[in-house]
């Protein structure tokens, strides 16, 4: 089973509104971490944001949080007030495990387009 | 300070020949990851170098493809012989060995074209 699951593979948002990036995840594990990264065409991986499993509350950076549901498994990126250069295929990632430096799960991927 | 490097960016070879790409972590990164994404699909775990030793080597896809760390510094990933389903984007990451939520950094990957 996948264990992290991306389901929109393309959006479109306006420039200056908000968007939400969908992310449901799949571990046994009490203890785990959930990443978001950002790749813009230039193909490096940039990391965005993070959210521990035991936070109890919402990761925020700047324009970017994370919409934590622990008992529905979902950790949506949102951004808000987006900008042109948002336009990059986003990564949801999970770690699982106390270990924090165990491998990484990735989804497939949200290519997120801005328009002007 | 310099993050992760991969050589080359792209890769064209033909079908049963072989490549060796390289990573360069960021220096002091114990921690060092192999991934791979094939076309639209998912970015899959390869394996992990602590150091020069292998931790985890359960993504290696079969004994075509050969990772080493030479001194727990740079890492290479050897493909012989290579084969058409081995094409996609190979990204290598690093981390420190700490506590905190210890984000992987990675670099722009390389991407191989098997024909």
């Known amino acids: 089973a996948q264990k992290i699951t991306q389901t929109q593979p393309g959006m479109f948002v306006q420039e200056k509104e908000a968007v939400t990036l969908d992310c449901t995840y799949d571990t046994s594990d009490q203890s785990y971490g959930l990443f978001w990264y950002k790749q813009p065409s230039s193909g490096e991986m940039i990391f965005l944001i993070y959210q521990g499993s035991y936070d109890e509350q919402n990761a925020t950076e700047g324009r970017y949080s994370l919409n934590f549901q622990k008992a529905r498994k979902s950790a949506n990126l949102v951004i808000s007030a987006s900008q042109l250069g948002d336009s990059a295929m986003y990564f949801c990632a999970m770690r699982e495990g106390k270990d924090n430096f165990n491998k990484f799960y990735f989804g497939s991927g949200t290519k997120l387009n801005v328009k002007p | 300070e310099a993050g992760v490097t991969q050589f080359p960016s792209h890769s064209v070879i033909e079908k049963g020949q072989t490549v060796t790409l390289r990573c360069d972590p960021i220096s002091g990164h114990d921690n060092l990851y192999w991934y791979r994404r094939v076309m639209g699909k998912e970015i899959k775990f390869l394996l992990h170098f602590v150091k020069e030793s292998k931790q985890d080597e359960s993504g290696m896809p079969n004994n075509r493809f050969l990772a080493e760390r030479t001194g727990g510094t740079y890492s290479t990933l050897k493909v012989q012989p290579a084969e058409l389903e081995d094409s996609g984007v190979y990204f290598c990451?690093?981390?420190?060995?700490?506590?905190?939520?210890?984000?992987?950094?990675f670099g722009p990957g390389t991407r191989l074209t098997v024909l």
């Open positions: 990451a690093s981390s420190r060995r700490e506590y905190g939520h210890n984000e992987q950094f």
